[in-house]
């Protein structure tokens, strides 16, 4: 069964940081692997879809990465801002991560 | 456009009464539909799935049902809550045919059960 665990659970920086959040998943045999934004008491907001062909997707100031065979993924941030905090959720086809916390500090 | 709906944004429930959940798409025919719940403290969780209706796939054996009577319709039900069914309940779409789709969320409704 597919287990998505994200690392760290929480984090703060300060603002104009580059920053990492990572998703590590236990099936490598995904169709793909999709990233969104949960603001708090609010739904989700798809940020990026990566198909299982491709290694990378990117959209503005966010880059994610893929790689299958080690069942890892990366959600790059650059020049964060205070409206970027937010949870950051990771999922596969039916499983979540629990994501997440940012905390981008003025 | 796509736009996805769901009803009521947010519920008090006594222990015991019954519950319906109701989220409904828009701008897309035969959608795979989605029911997840986020406990607190936990992450999300599938409960149900349904690529069409009447068919319904459930992840989680629980207290809750989910049913699909139109085709861009998707209820989720309880005929006695418990306490542990309190949560943020979001439905979501996707794409029909193929589950490489991106998948797009409703607003969500956050249930509390007394």
């Known amino acids: 069964k597919q287990e998505v665990t994200q690392i760290p659970a929480a984090l703060s920086v300060p603002e104009g940081e580059n920053l990492v959040l990572n998703c590590s998943f236990t099936?490598?045999?995904?169709?793909?692997l999709q990233w969104f934004r949960q603001d708090p008491g609010k739904g989700l907001t798809s940020l990026l879809l990566?198909?299982?062909?491709?290694r990378e997707q990117t959209s503005g100031r966010l880059n994610a990465s893929l790689d299958k065979s080690s069942g890892r993924s990366t959600l790059y941030i650059a020049a964060s801002q205070p409206g970027d905090s937010a949870t950051y959720l990771c999922?596969?086809?039916?499983?979540f991560g629990k994501g997440t916390r940012l905390s981008v500090i003025a | 456009s796509q736009t996805i709906h769901q009803w009521p944004a947010t519920l008090v429930q006594p222990v015991g009464s019954p519950l319906s959940l109701e989220c409904t798409v828009e701008?897309?025919?035969?959608?795979?539909l989605y029911w997840y719940r986020q406990a607190a403290g936990r992450g999300l969780q599938l409960l149900f799935y349904?690529?069409?209706?009447?068919?319904i796939s459930s992840e989680v054996p629980q207290n809750l049902s989910a049913s699909r009577p139109q085709d861009r319709q998707f209820i989720l039900s309880s005929k006695k809550l418990l306490l542990s069914d309190s949560g943020f309940y979001l439905c979501?779409?996707?794409?029909?045919?193929?589950?490489?789709?991106?998948?797009?969320f409703g607003p969500g409704t956050r249930l509390t059960v007394l």
């Open positions: 979501a779409w996707q794409t029909p045919g193929l589950v490489s789709r991106e998948q797009f």
């Open positions: 099936d490598s045999a995904i169709y793909n």
């Open positions: 990566i198909q299982s062909s491709q």
């Open positions: 999922y596969t086809p039916l499983v």
């Open positions: 701008g897309t025919s035969n959608p795979n």
């Open positions: 349904s690529v069409g209706i009447g068919q």
